[in-house]
């Protein structure tokens, strides 16, 4: 069974966000869609694990902003693969309030959905949140970044946490390719590739790469990479 057939499952990237009295937190998330159009109706799909989680449960409200196909993977990283347990995602990033008072990130979106919560179904690691659309907006006409696109355009990594996640396969690679993954995210460095948001050119080696560079998924420096293979 070849599981990577589900990464051509239409998914995109979004960052959700609630509250939880004078807190908010958000997260990035895959599993996004509209149910019904009278009354316009979605669902999202959270991990139990995650602080969002919490936060919604408690507010019944969240909001889902859906992000631009040129959006930095280390944005998509401060979302996705650091807790608001330990900082404050949405510090230094644009966003609005809403009619539900969650925070709407409107940095890098091309528009976002606010939503109230009439249903939650239990389906084991996850919650499918099911609301009403309490409020919409479009932000910019930018191209929609595609669940694919991240993966195979931006080499972008997904959270255990994700309801995609799909652990990878180990495979043997030839010494003289001198890839190397992040211990972190799982992020891997291809000095075929280089790193265009960080403006490390094709053809750079890891060894070469400046001591201040870091991941652009989740910001970890070079000393978190090991040699993949």
């Given at each position: 069974?070849?599981l990577?057939?589900?990464?051509?499952?239409?998914?995109?990237?979004?960052?959700?966000?609630?509250?939880?009295g004078d807190?908010?937190?958000?997260?990035i998330?895959?599993?996004?869609?509209q149910i019904?159009s009278e009354?316009?109706?979605v669902a999202?799909?959270i991990?139990k694990?995650?602080?969002?989680h919490e936060?919604i449960?408690?507010?019944?409200?969240f909001?889902?902003?859906?992000l631009?196909?040129?959006?930095?993977l280390?944005?998509i990283g401060?979302?996705g693969?650091?807790?608001g347990?330990?900082?404050n995602?949405?510090?230094n990033?644009?966003y609005?309030?809403?009619?539900?008072?969650a925070?709407a990130?409107l940095?890098?979106?091309?528009?976002?959905?606010?939503?109230?919560?009439i249903?939650?179904i239990?389906?084991g690691?996850?919650?499918?949140f099911?609301g009403?659309?309490a409020g919409?907006e479009v932000?910019?006409?930018?191209?929609?970044m595609?669940?694919?696109y991240y993966?195979l355009?931006k080499r972008?990594?997904?959270?255990?946490n994700?309801?995609?996640?799909?652990?990878p396969?180990?495979k043997?690679?030839a010494?003289?390719m001198d890839k190397?993954?992040c211990?972190?995210?799982?992020?891997?460095y291809d000095?075929?590739?280089g790193?265009?948001?960080?403006?490390i050119k094709?053809?750079?080696?890891?060894t070469d790469l400046p001591?201040?560079w870091v991941?652009p998924?989740?910001?970890?420096?070079?000393e978190e990479?090991?040699?993949a293979?």
């Amino acid at each position: 069974m070849d599981l990577q057939a589900l990464y051509k499952i239409g998914y995109g990237v979004y960052i959700v966000c609630s509250r939880q009295g004078d807190r908010f937190n958000g997260q990035i998330a895959n599993t996004f869609f509209q149910i019904t159009s009278e009354p316009p109706t979605v669902a999202v799909s959270i991990n139990k694990k995650n602080l969002t989680h919490e936060f919604i449960t408690a507010s019944k409200v969240f909001t889902a902003s859906v992000l631009a196909q040129d959006t930095p993977l280390s944005f998509i990283g401060q979302f996705g693969f650091k807790s608001g347990r330990d900082l404050n995602k949405l510090e230094n990033v644009q966003y609005k309030m809403g009619v539900t008072g969650a925070p709407a990130v409107l940095e890098n979106a091309v528009c976002y959905v606010e939503v109230k919560v009439i249903k939650e179904i239990d389906v084991g690691t996850h919650t499918i949140f099911i609301g009403e659309v309490a409020g919409a907006e479009v932000v910019s006409n930018k191209a929609t970044m595609t669940y694919e696109y991240y993966h195979l355009v931006k080499r972008g990594s997904t959270p255990k946490n994700a309801p995609s996640y799909i652990a990878p396969e180990k495979k043997e690679e030839a010494p003289k390719m001198d890839k190397y993954e992040c211990k972190v995210c799982g992020y891997i460095y291809d000095p075929a590739l280089g790193d265009p948001d960080g403006g490390i050119k094709p053809g750079t080696a890891f060894t070469d790469l400046p001591e201040t560079w870091v991941c652009p998924v989740c910001g970890a420096g070079k000393e978190e990479f090991e040699k993949a293979g």
